[in-house]
């Protein structure tokens, strides 16, 4: 049987793409192997997520893995140029703004919330700056009000203002006295914001922009709080369910606001974060601030023994430390990081919520196999 010249090509062409594959797990060291294997393995675990998508960025050059798919009715795995919820990693992104007005001296650590914004409730006035952003202030988390479970339940897409997300707790007290101890709270990062929107006479949005995303070139990167779908190409957020539950356009990000409202993708989250932790958007003074340490855990946990700084936390695995947050959102579970100068980074996404017990070990312990790609230990 004779075979036409130009199908032989189609199937050479073909042959070859499916190569590609193996040539690109060729090309990655041993220890970027091991990353690799772990997204895998999470994404076939029972509960695990349809897809996971990691970056490492060590030397200039970034490599980005992934397994499994960013929409379960495509065969398309996540990339690191796809648009995401980045959750709580949003916290960092508000840290890197009131420390940029500290630089400035529109605002000190030290400064109070009853300073700053009297108008609210009597009880939390004497809260500081400082506590706001290593979550020792003893605010109550308004993720568990009433008023949010309210929200979720009857008009989840709805917009939701800032001020009523602090109505919903403004009726109650402090949960500790201001900087006895550590309670991760999202209400902190809300006051935070609307401080620095009061010093700057600007909104949080144009901070972000002309503090964040412009000096560190984020261009896929940006702060919607009326606008719900994800710009594309996006990674699709699931509920763990059987068949997986598309929730990405389940909730208006205005309810998280600047605790978690922040949308990214793969590669400009892990720009922002060597940027970050480097310390781009302030001074020496304010770096150091940030590095001032308490015990304490992101949400959730990442990698090895968590420490709480300033809109910053430190991991320190067993091959070595770095510096970074995680974030939780119906949908998205993440973790960005970096090295000490800045030079170096991680991040890992998953497309459903933060995992619980055997399941988030093992994300865990991926995390960790990326801190050892990075460190190469």
Same mark, same amino acid.
């Given at each position: 049987?004779?075979?036409?010249?130009?199908?032989?090509?189609?199937?050479?062409?073909?042959?070859?793409?499916?190569? /590609?594959?193996?040539?690109?797990?060729?090309?990655?060291?041993?220890?970027?192997?091991?990353?690799?294997?772990?997204?895998?393995?999470?994404?076939?675990?029972?509960?695990?997520?349809?897809?996971?998508?990691?970056?490492?960025?060590?030397?200039?050059?970034?490599?980005?893995?992934?397994?499994?798919?960013?929409?379960?009715?495509?065969?398309?795995?996540?990339?690191?140029?796809?648009?995401?919820?980045?959750?709580?990693?949003?916290?960092?992104?508000?840290?890197?703004?009131?420390?940029?007005?500290?630089?400035?001296?529109?605002?000190?650590?030290?400064?109070?919330?009853?300073?700053?914004?009297?108008?609210?409730?009597?009880?939390?006035?004497?809260?500081?700056?400082?506590?706001?952003?290593?979550?020792?202030?003893?605010?109550?988390?308004?993720?568990?009000?009433?008023?949010?479970?309210?929200?979720?339940?009857?008009?989840?897409?709805?917009?939701?203002?800032?001020?009523?997300?602090?109505?919903?707790?403004?009726?109650?007290?402090?949960?500790?006295?201001?900087?006895?101890?550590?309670?991760?709270?999202?209400?902190?990062?809300?006051?935070?914001?609307?401080?620095?929107?009061?010093?700057?006479?600007?909104?949080?949005?144009?901070?972000?922009?002309?503090?964040?995303?412009?000096?560190?070139?984020?261009?896929?990167?940006?702060?919607?709080?009326?606008?719900?779908?994800?710009?594309?190409?996006?990674?699709?957020?699931?509920?763990?369910?059987?068949?997986?539950?598309?929730?990405?356009?389940?909730?208006?990000?205005?309810?998280?606001?600047?605790?978690?409202?922040?949308?990214?993708?793969?590669?400009?989250?892990?720009?922002?974060?060597?940027?970050?932790?480097?310390?781009?958007?302030?001074?020496?003074?304010?770096?150091?601030?940030?590095?001032?340490?308490?015990?304490?855990?992101?949400?959730?946990?990442?990698?090895?023994?968590?420490?709480?700084?300033?809109?910053?936390?430190?991991?320190?695995?067993?091959?070595?430390?770095?510096?970074?947050?995680?974030?939780?959102?119906?949908?998205?579970?993440?973790?960005?990081?970096?090295?000490?100068?800045?030079?170096?980074?991680?991040?890992?996404?998953?497309?459903?919520?933060?995992?619980?017990?055997?399941?988030?070990?093992?994300?865990?312990?991926?995390?960790?196999?990326?801190?050892?790609?990075? /460190?190469?230990?």
């Amino acid at each position: 049987m004779t075979v036409p010249k130009a199908r032989i090509s189609l199937v050479l062409a073909a042959a070859a793409l499916l190569l /590609l594959p193996s040539l690109a797990d060729a090309a990655l060291t041993a220890r970027e192997k091991a990353v690799e294997r772990g997204l895998r393995g999470l994404v076939a675990a029972p509960g695990g997520p349809p897809g996971a998508v990691a970056t490492l960025h060590r030397g200039g050059r970034t490599t980005v893995l992934s397994a499994g798919r960013s929409d379960v009715e495509r065969r398309r795995r996540p990339r690191g140029t796809d648009h995401m919820r980045i959750a709580s990693v949003a916290k960092a992104f508000s840290g890197a703004v009131v420390l940029s007005l500290v630089q400035d001296r529109r605002l000190r650590l030290g400064d109070t919330i009853g300073g700053r914004l009297p108008n609210l409730p009597t009880a939390w006035h004497p809260v500081t700056i400082r506590q706001l952003l290593n979550h020792t202030s003893g605010l109550p988390d308004y993720t568990t009000s009433t008023g949010f479970v309210d929200q979720l339940g009857t008009d989840p897409q709805g917009f939701v203002h800032p001020s009523t997300i602090l109505d919903w707790v403004s009726t109650e007290g402090l949960v500790f006295p201001p900087g006895s101890r550590y309670e991760y709270s999202n209400t902190d990062n809300i006051v935070a914001a609307l401080i620095a929107e009061g010093v700057s006479n600007d909104t949080y949005g144009d901070l972000l922009r002309t503090l964040v995303f412009r000096p560190a070139r984020l261009t896929e990167t940006s702060f919607p709080t009326e606008r719900i779908a994800l710009p594309r190409p996006f990674i699709h957020g699931y509920l763990p369910t059987e068949p997986p539950d598309d929730v990405t356009e389940l909730l208006s990000p205005s309810g998280a606001w600047a605790s978690g409202g922040i949308v990214s993708t793969p590669l400009d989250l892990a720009r922002f974060m060597r940027a970050y932790v480097r310390g781009k958007f302030f001074g020496a003074a304010q770096r150091r601030a940030q590095r001032d340490f308490v015990a304490g855990s992101s949400s959730p946990p990442g990698p090895g023994t968590n420490s709480a700084g300033l809109a910053l936390f430190r991991y320190k695995s067993r091959c070595g430390t770095v510096y970074g947050h995680t974030g939780n959102f119906p949908g998205y579970v993440q973790w960005a990081a970096a090295t000490a100068d800045g030079r170096r980074s991680a991040t890992t996404t998953l497309n459903i919520p933060a995992p619980t017990g055997a399941l988030l070990a093992r994300l865990r312990s991926v995390q960790a196999r990326a801190v050892c790609a990075l /460190l190469r230990k």
